[in-house]
């Protein structure tokens, strides 16, 4: 499909509007675990954002020399968004979506 938006780190962009608000984040939350979050685009499917999130810890866990991981808690939600997809003077369409955000607590073992 055209609108996906590719596995990239939260933030990072070179589109416009909801593309830079999609991808992964982490941060460490303990000795060797990491929270592992990512947020899909508007036209991403649940299960692709999941994958995605398996996906970073995999490289997370390897980045910091690991060999493996274990998955200590999920976590799934929903962000609804809106933008205007027409406006005139008096006269304005909301567009409503909604996007995929899942979260892991790792243990890089």
Same mark, same amino acid.
Do not use: H, W
């Given at each position: *499909?055209?609108?996906? *938006?590719?596995?990239?780190?939260?933030?990072?962009?070179?589109?416009?509007?909801?593309?830079? +608000?999609?991808?992964?984040?982490?941060?460490?939350?303990?000795?060797?675990?990491? +929270? @592992?979050?990512? @947020?899909?685009? @508007? /036209?991403?499917?649940?299960?692709? @954002? #999941?994958?995605?999130?398996?996906?970073?810890? +995999?490289?997370?866990?390897?980045?910091?020399?690991?060999?493996?991981?274990?998955?200590?808690?999920?976590?799934?939600?929903?962000?609804?968004?809106?933008?205007?997809?027409?406006? #005139?003077?008096?006269?304005?369409?909301?567009?409503?979506?909604?996007?995929?955000? /899942?979260?892991?607590? *790792?243990?890089?073992?």
């Amino acid at each position: *499909v055209g609108n996906d *938006v590719p596995y990239k780190k939260y933030g990072d962009s070179t589109g416009i509007g909801f593309a830079s +608000k999609v991808g992964y984040s982490d941060f460490s939350i303990g000795n060797n675990k990491y +929270k @592992v979050t990512y @947020v899909g685009g @508007v /036209y991403d499917s649940p299960q692709k @954002v #999941m994958e995605f999130t398996y996906k970073r810890a +995999k490289e997370l866990c390897k980045e910091k020399e690991f060999s493996d991981y274990i998955i200590t808690n999920t976590s799934t939600d929903r962000a609804s968004v809106s933008s205007d997809s027409f406006g #005139m003077t008096n006269y304005k369409i909301q567009d409503q979506k909604s996007q995929s955000i /899942y979260s892991l607590d *790792v243990e890089c073992k």
